[in-house]
């Protein structure tokens, strides 16, 4: 049981926009600890996607972007391409585990 | 380019011990935080630890699932992180990342290594 809250699986069609949703608590996310997200291919290590909440590394596209409110942080993907098929992380700090804190991840379909 | 490296995962039986390193490159390796993250084929990933520059007295931390069978160390000459695992069990079977910490925000993971696979099995 992870200590972030991802839904296993999303879905959408080419063009259209889909979120993932990262739900933590009042030790981690809800602390005021920031947010990234990873994306992930398969056989492949784990890439920043998004860090601090809202920024995007260079050479990632702009359709992918970041918010965090309260307990909760979201991955947002416009324009869906074919290629954004993977697995995406969410990712914090705990401060009653003293320790960084992964969600489940959820995997990305494109239809 | 910043590059990370694994190497010396494999096979081991339950109840052994297995050193990984973690060889960096195109960044000032002394003045990085590394932290090792682990993936169980199929599960998510699991932060393991860390350690700090010498700068910050190279300071350790661990997930406390690991109750101290893990180890991290690092040599600043050989710009290399190592992980010693004992008491190696069935669980611990997964694949190994070394990542290169960034201390902006609140801390997060932006280069990681391509891995390398540890399994626990007799």
């Known amino acids: 049981q992870s200590v972030l809250t991802q839904p296993p699986s999303v879905s959408g069609a080419p063009g259209q926009r889909v979120t993932i949703s990262c739900t933590g608590g009042?030790?981690?996310?809800?602390?005021?600890?920031?947010v990234h997200w990873y994306q992930q291919f398969p056989g492949t290590a784990p890439k920043l996607l998004i860090y601090g909440n809202t920024n995007r590394p260079s050479g990632v596209p702009d359709r992918f972007s970041g918010s965090k409110s309260g307990t909760s942080a979201s991955l947002a993907i416009t324009g869906l391409q074919a290629e954004d098929e993977a697995d995406y992380y969410c990712?914090?700090?705990?401060?009653?585990?003293?320790?960084?804190?992964f969600g489940g991840g959820t995997k990305l379909t494109v239809l | 380019e910043v590059q990370l490296v694994e190497s010396g995962g494999g096979l081991v039986q339950p109840g052994g011990s297995l050193k990984l390193s973690c060889a960096a490159s195109g960044f000032i390796f002394s003045g990085s935080g590394i932290h090792w993250v682990r993936q169980a084929s199929g599960i998510g990933l699991e932060w393991v630890g860390r350690i700090r520059s010498r700068a910050n007295s190279y300071a350790t931390a661990y997930a406390a699932s690991l109750k101290g069978r893990f180890t991290i160390s690092r040599d600043d000459s050989k710009n290399t992180a190592y992980l010693q695992m004992n008491g190696l069990k069935t669980e611990d079977t997964a694949v190994y990342y070394c990542?290169?910490?960034?201390?902006?925000?609140?801390?997060?993971?932006?280069?990681w290594g391509q891995g390398t696979l540890v399994t626990v099995s007799s």
């Open positions: 990712q914090s700090y705990d401060s009653s585990l003293t320790a960084w804190v």
């Open positions: 009042s030790s981690n996310i809800g602390a005021r600890y920031d």
């Open positions: 990542t290169r910490f960034n201390y902006d925000s609140t801390g997060y993971f932006d280069f």
